[in-house]
């Protein structure tokens, strides 16, 4: 009875694994190590395994050994930069990891030095690290090849199923296996094949050669010829089983930036990685590999200069693809707008002022989502195409094309590739069955005849191996498989867009939601805390010291280096908060540098401005800058620790000089026990601690529809996979109130600010939330210390609002999104968690309520019921996450009228980007306002100083979806540019309004 398909395959991979004990004819170990200049034997243990450690050896392979065939294999015990130093003086550098332990030699002798760490790719430590192995192998090449060879047609057998190829390809590989000269010889064949499944499970094995014999001239010959006769047969099969589809391979790594291991190892991965691929460059003319992150580069313009120059020879080569135009692949739900166009400003300036190339394609393959701001913010930084695979991850919707025109908020467009490949994403391999269903998923066939595949190992580096090199180059004949060549990303664009010209693209608009990795929204708050503190510090810094340039003061200096530390810890592992704990201890100090350096030069440009106001009698002054759009109610803290919240206004973009004598408190703040109120409104505080009503006063209406600030607690968080990325959709299933303060005190009673403070317990954690009301506000502050120690524990706060609607607010970069407050569809019921920044509104025509946040992204919205998400308690992979104490502040506003008629972003903007004040002497009291803006509303993005030349940028946005009439009123001799894109570049503009809705409008100031 004939064999099926599926038993000849069992028997056929058997053969092949057998094939591959035979690959070299012959080892020679390399003897005399050193570990830290101490001798080590080979299996022996390392003395230690902290840090970074240092291995050497001299080398010398046997002269009767063909120098082509000779390859070093090591495995030292964790990942390793080796350097081999060859007599002449010539040496070679790549990187060691599991998957890259092979390496073609260039001489025979040569000395060999390491930098290795106890660590494998995803940074899991080898506990119990060995020298276990370093040896020189004769590779047998027509073995080596066969074997390979072999491999790739059981793969193809296995991926292609009932395609009527398999039978043929079958009764390929086994007369290739059945014209071998297979040896015989006892001692060498049961030691070659000791470590088989089969072998490994005798019970006693007789005695082993060490170094048994392999294949003879004749055996190796006899490989060589059924390799050629396999591959005659596999170009036959070609034209009768043409190539179906086509790929264009680009070599990739992935290296996280920071992850599974901190930053300071990410530097060892990116040299480790990328002189393998300059390696692998040198030996194949073909190969092509491309790396995103300026940063990266910058990083080995510093530690490693030499290897940058050989990176950009090889760029110059066009072998090399630095593509992405960003400072890091960064998270981008939470970076204000302000930052995502800092990080295509100066990752666009780097890679130009390094390569001399500016890119067109936006590489961001890992992120959890994407801002509808991105395809503006893309389009002005000079990138028309965007590259992900991420959105393939969504657990229950997904986009319905792979090559797309994504439509951002304003509009603007980028053309978008995605592919869906099921082995490892973006970390793919060369190899049939990974060709196969990748062209299979492409959704893009009618319109475009290719897609990308970016393969090599990756998240913890290493990239492309020898091997996929190789199989590249035999996949070339193979039958029915698609097609696949190594190719540039650019040239892949280039050619869909030509495409795209052709053929109506879907369209997708608005923001790309991934359904999954919700929590990275909430996850490690402390970072995300700062981030948002160092983003506003430094915008404001730069405002200061640009208004006091615009009066008269020296040019202001640049933080661009202030700005690259922001840009790097947003990348899409640090932010999201999905990192070890050594991740956050960096990226928190690293911040809170930032923080501390964007306050020194606030001052010292206060100083600046207050040197060019007009002298006086006011002998005890108080110097407030406005650096926002809206004129905002006098709030200070003074030098002695009172607090100032007067009736007087500060003008926009402004320094206001007030007689400090003369600052009195606005009227009506009341406060009692369990009520505070001021002229604008009247809350109640319930003896559940939770907000019992929030009057209105304009218009009369009850703001809360119950109670609002309801502070619930989810002990049940615990995602099925991803512990810091995921919140899973029942996690509300299982809930508990906080409802039973431990106290209730009126803690404030004016004049200036009122305020009542309500504490909590729920087992090992405490909670201290103080309701506050100065006397000029429009919203109640909730400021909120958190003492956390409950693991997989989720707090909520959830806000009843007496306000419907269908939809709600959200704000994002550079404008909003609005989201469904139903679950009609599978696509509404998956946003159960979504990203906002400063605030969420539910409005009806005349009236709303939006909860403003100084530092936190994770927020819902069903029915009236606004949520946002304050602590997790994940243990994966940082068991501390969260743990300890963090304070923060969100707030209720009721507001007549839509969001955007009532000041909601205004009062977002003052709690997350405070008045600067300082106090002063012999001033006159005034408001001096160098630019003024008038016309339809607008937000403020920022005023720095300019990358090129004198002078500073503005950049502005419309906020909430409306076009209109713009016009600055600038200082006597300054001057406006012509409109500038985000490289701050002169740009055609074309639009019926001065700005349109959600438009980044960009201008140069300078004198004139």
């Known amino acids: 009875m004939p064999l099926t398909i599926a038993q000849r395959l069992d028997r056929l991979k058997v053969r092949i694994a057998e094939l591959a004990h035979w690959r070299d004819r012959q080892s020679a170990a390399i003897d005399g190590w050193t570990f830290e200049g101490e001798p080590i034997a080979h299996h022996q243990d390392w ?151 089969m072998q490994q499970k005798i019970w006693e094995l007789p005695e082993l050669e060490v170094n048994p014999a392999g294949l003879t001239e004749e055996q190796s010959g006899s490989a060589a010829t059924a390799f050629e006769a396999l591959t005659a047969r596999l170009k036959e099969l070609q034209k009768r089983f043409p190539p179906n589809g086509e790929l264009l391979l680009t070599g990739h790594a992935h290296i996280d930036l920071a992850w599974l291991w901190p930053y300071r190892e990410t530097r060892r991965k990116m040299r480790r990685t990328f002189n393998t691929a300059l390696s692998l460059m040198e030996r194949s003319d073909d190969f092509r590999f491309n790396q995103s992150t300026a940063h990266y580069y910058a990083q080995m313009e510093e530690e490693d200069p030499e290897l940058l120059e050989r990176i950009k020879k090889k760029v110059v080569d066009g072998k090399w693809e630095t593509v992405g135009g960003m400072w890091v692949e960064p998270d981008t739900n939470m970076p204000t707008g302000e930052s995502l166009a800092r990080q295509v400003l100066y990752g666009q300036r780097y890679f130009e002022k390094t390569f001399g190339t500016r890119h067109t394609v936006c590489w961001l393959p890992d992120c959890f989502g994407f801002s509808g701001a991105l395809p503006q913010i893309l389009r002005l930084g000079g990138i028309d195409s965007f590259f992900t695979i991420k959105v393939n991850w969504s657990e229950t919707n997904h986009i319905p094309s792979d090559l797309f025109w994504w439509k951002g908020l304003d ?117 995300k805390r700062k981030h948002r503190q160092a983003e506003r510090a430094l915008i404001t810094a730069e405002t200061i010291a640009s208004l006091a340039h615009m009066l008269g003061a020296d040019r202001p200096r640049s933080l661009e280096s202030d700005w690259r530390v922001v840009l790097k810890n947003e990348f899409h592992d640090i932010l999201p908060g999905s990192s070890i704990r050594e991740v956050y201890q960096d990226a928190e100090q690293e911040l809170d540098g930032v923080i501390e350096h964007a306050k020194t030069e606030q001052v010292m440009a206060l100083q600046a401005l207050s040197a060019k106001l007009p002298k006086g009698a006011v002998g005890d002054a108080l110097v407030v800058v406005n650096p926002s759009l809206a004129p905002r109610p006098l709030s200070a803290t003074l030098s002695d620790g009172t607090v100032v919240a007067a009736s007087d206004l500060v003008a926009p973009l402004s320094v206001t000089v007030f007689d400090k004598g003369s600052l009195k408190p606005a009227g009506g703040l009341k406060a009692g026990p369990d009520r505070l109120e001021n002229d604008y409104l009247v809350v109640g505080i319930g003896k559940d601690g939770a907000v019992s009503s929030l009057l209105h006063k304009a218009t009369g209406r009850e703001a809360v529809d119950g109670s609002a600030n309801q502070l619930w607690v989810y002990p049940a968080d615990k995602p099925r996979n991803w512990d810091a990325w995921d919140i899973d959709a029942d996690y509300a299933e299982k809930a508990v109130r906080l409802d039973a303060p431990e106290s209730i005190t009126l803690v404030e009673d004016g004049p200036h600010r009122a305020a009542i403070r309500v504490v909590y317990r729920y087992r090992n954690s405490s909670l201290t939330q103080t309701y506050v009301l100065t006397a000029n506000a429009r919203r109640l502050d909730i400021e909120t210390t958190i003492d956390w120690h409950d693991r997989r524990t989720l707090l909520r706060t959830l806000n009843p609002v007496a306000a419907q609607a269908r939809k709600a607010t959200f704000e994002c970069a550079f404008g909003i999104v609005e989201r469904a407050t139903h679950t009609n569809t599978s696509w509404e019921q998956a946003m159960f968690e979504a990203v906002a920044h400063r605030f969420v509104d539910i409005s009806e025509p005349d009236f709303g309520v939006a909860l403003l946040n100084n530092a936190k992204y994770g927020h819902s919205a069903r029915g009236n019921v606004i949520g946002m998400s304050l602590v997790r308690g994940p243990i994966y992979p940082d068991p501390l996450a969260d743990e300890g104490e963090q304070s923060f502040t969100y707030a209720l506003m009721p507001h007549e009228g839509a969001w955007h008629e009532a000041g909601v972003l205004d009062e977002a903007i003052d709690l997350n980007q405070p008045l600067v004040s300082a106090e002063s002497s012999g001033l006159s009291a005034g408001t001096f306002a160098p630019l003024a803006i008038t016309g339809i509303p607008v937000a403020f993005s920022g005023l720095k100083p300019a990358e090129e030349g004198d002078g500073v940028i503005l950049r502005l946005y419309e906020p909430a979806g409306r076009r209109g009439s713009l016009a600055l009123s600038l200082p006597s001799g300054w001057k406006a540019s012509q409109p500038l894109n985000i490289l701050e570049e002169p740009m055609e503009r074309k639009g019926p309004a001065d700005i349109m809705p959600f438009e980044i409008r960009t201008w140069k100031l300078q004198k004139a």
């Open 47 to 197: 003395p230690h395994r902290q840090g970074v450690v240092h291995f050497a050896a001299t080398a010398e392979a046997p002269e009767a050994w063909p120098l082509a065939d000779i390859r070093l294999q090591l495995d030292l015990g964790g990942e390793s930069l080796i350097t081999l130093s060859y007599p002449d003086g010539e040496t070679e550098t790549f990187g060691l990891d599991p998957y890259h332990q092979e390496f073609p030699v260039k001489g025979r002798r040569f000395s060999i030095a390491t930098e290795t760490v106890a660590r494998f790719p995803f940074g899991e430590p080898n506990r119990a690290p060995k020298l276990n192995k370093a040896r020189f192998i004769w590779l047998d090449g027509p073995a080596h090849r066969l074997h390979l060879l072999l491999k790739q047609v059981t793969e193809a057998i296995d991926t292609l199923g009932e395609h009527e190829v398999v039978p043929h390809l079958m009764d390929a590989a086994e007369h290739a296996l059945r014209s071998l000269d297979w040896p015989s010889d006892t001692a060498a064949y049961i030691s070659r094949t000791s470590s088989a499944v």
């Open 411 to 527: 509009g603007s467009r980028v053309l978008t590739h995605t592919f869906d490949n099921p082995m490892q994403g973006y970390n793919g391999f060369v190899q049939p069955d990974c060709y196969v269903p990748t062209w299979k998923n492409f959704r893009g066939k009618t319109q475009h005849d290719t897609s990308l595949l970016a393969v090599g190992y990756g998240d913890g580096g290493g990239g492309v191996t020898p091997e996929m090199v190789e199989r590249e180059v035999q996949l070339r004949d193979f039958p029915a498989i698609p097609q696949a060549r190594w190719g540039t990303v650019k040239s892949y664009y280039e050619q869909a867009h030509r495409t795209a010209g052709e053929k109506n693209l879907p369209v997708w608009d608005g923001e790309i939601y991934l359904e999954l990795h919700r929590a990275t929204l909430t996850s490690q708050s402390g970072v």
